[in-house]
């Protein structure tokens, strides 16, 4: 049983089943993301990968179902930070063996409360008063940790280093998995001849990068393409309005940024991004000119 809360996730639990060879896999879509109605019909009806696709608005339904309709059995998470840590607990008291999988960069980080603290201090706060473990796959839970990058993982997460799994197959989808892929997601390719700056925006409004800042940052580009954070806070007509003025696409088709980058066909792709996996999944990408992370040179 797997659960996902957005598309990239999709992808590594995809690459977890076929490095494993799993069988007889099921899937929980959490609908917190842009057109995730869409997603789920789409994956129902494309991908054979699932014998069954379930799908919940709230996280907590989604726990509350494995915790009441699943014994026995292999799940495999997104988290088990914060208050996850209790519905993990809850799972394993079933005698199921609690997986986590790849999230970004979290999954290399000690400490996630250093990330969150300026952005949900509150949160934080509580979390510390209870106890709650500062990063993802600490809780005792959690049996395995599946990641892309073992030796990294091994590297920065020696107190949990025995829990590292490897994803055989690595990230890069086979054709076969882009060709379904292209289905649920519903890209097509953009052929432009032109140097292009892709900008992989931030979950939040406020923290979107200006004209001016994008030019301080890039020195030439000829259009911009905006893919958004797929839990992000506004919509096209607002950031349309930030980027007035400048040729401008909004890509707002379903597939992961870190998945599309082939289908961009330009003279030059320069990307921007704001502490996204692409950072990890692409940086020897022969496609990509140059590779900014906006918060790290902030």
Not at 130 to 138: D, E, I, M, T
Not at 251 to 278: A, F, G, Q, R, Y
């Amino acid at each position: 049983m797997f659960f996902v809360s957005k598309p990239i996730q999709y992808h590594t639990a995809r690459q977890l089943v076929l490095s494993n060879k799993l069988k007889n896999c099921k899937l929980i879509v959490l609908g917190n993301f842009y057109n995730s109605d869409i997603f789920f019909n789409r994956l129902s009806e494309f991908d054979p990968v699932w014998d069954d696709v379930i799908y919940y608005h709230s996280r907590i339904k989604a726990y509350l179902h494995l915790v009441l309709n699943v014994n026995n059995a292999n799940i495999f998470l997104d988290s088990d930070y914060g208050k996850d840590a209790i519905f993990v607990f809850l799972m394993n008291i079933k005698n199921n063996i609690i997986s986590l999988y790849e999230e970004g960069q979290f999954s290399y980080e000690e400490s996630l409360f250093d990330y969150y603290k300026n952005r949900t201090p509150l949160k934080v706060l509580l979390y510390r008063f209870l106890f709650f473990k500062p990063n993802l796959g600490s809780t005792k839970s959690i049996r395995n940790y599946f990641v892309y990058d073992l030796d990294r993982f091994l590297r920065t997460r020696e107190s949990i280093s025995d829990k590292g799994k490897l994803i055989s197959l690595g990230f890069s989808p086979n054709q076969d998995s882009l060709k379904i892929y292209r289905s649920i997601f519903g890209s097509e390719q953009i052929d432009l001849n032109k140097n292009v700056l892709l900008y992989v925006g931030s979950k939040f409004f406020d923290e979107l990068l200006s004209i001016e800042s994008l030019k301080n940052k890039v020195d030439e580009y000829d259009v911009i393409i905006f893919k958004p954070h797929p839990g992000s806070n506004y919509c096209k007509e607002s950031v349309a309005y930030i980027y007035s003025g400048v040729e401008f696409f909004y890509l707002d088709n379903l597939m992961p940024v870190e998945l599309i980058i082939e289908d961009i066909k330009c003279e030059m792709l320069t990307i921007i991004h704001h502490d996204s996996s692409v950072d990890s999944y692409l940086n020897k990408s022969q496609v990509i000119t140059k590779l900014i992370n906006a918060n790290a040179e902030s």
